[in-house]
C-alpha cells in the first residue's frame, strides 16, 4: 500500500517562495501519476498540477500556471511542487495524491492514496 507524506509548508510573505514535497513509501513509485491538491477553509479540494511517471508532461490550474512547477525525483520517490509569487488567495492545505489512472487528470475522484497535507500561510 502506497503512503504519501508531504512537507514543506509555513508561513510566507506575499511575492514568496516555498517548495513542498511529497515523499512515497510503499509500491513503485516510478509507475504512478502524481497529483497536487490544495483545500481553503470551507471550500472543496482542488486541483493544483500533475505529473506523469516520467516527469516528461505536467498540467496546471490556470490559477497557479506560470507560478508553480511541479516535478520529481523517482531515484527518491519523490514529488516537488516550487511556489514562487505566493499570493494570498494560495493559502490553502495542500495535498498530493496518487493517480488511479496512467492520464494527467484534474478530478481528484480520480486519485487515491492522499497524504495527510502541508499547510501554506501566505499573508499580504
Not at 504519501?4 to 511575492?15: D, H, I, K, P, T
Not at 493544483?48 to 511541479?70: E, L
Not at 495524491?97 to 495527510?116: E, F, I, K
Amino acid at each position: 500500500q502506497v503512503q504519501l507524506e508531504e512537507s514543506g509548508g509555513g508561513l510566507v510573505q506575499a511575492g514568496g517562495s516555498l517548495r513542498l514535497s511529497c515523499t512515497a513509501s510503499g509500491g513503485t513509485f516510478s509507475m504512478y501519476v502524481m497529483g497536487w491538491f490544495r483545500q481553503a477553509p470551507g471550500k472543496e479540494r482542488d486541483f493544483v498540477a500533475v505529473i506523469s511517471q516520467s516527469g516528461g508532461a505536467t498540467d496546471y490550474a490556470d490559477s497557479v500556471k506560470g507560478r508553480f512547477t511541479t516535478s520529481r525525483d523517482n531515484a527518491k520517490n519523490t514529488v516537488y511542487l516550487q511556489m514562487n509569487s505566493l499570493k494570498p488567495e494560495d493559502t490553502a492545505v495542500y495535498y498530493c495524491a496518487r493517480s488511479r489512472t496512467n492520464w494527467l487528470r484534474r478530478d481528484r475522484y480520480t486519485y487515491q492514496n492522499w497524504g495527510q497535507g502541508t499547510q501554506v500561510t501566505v499573508s499580504s
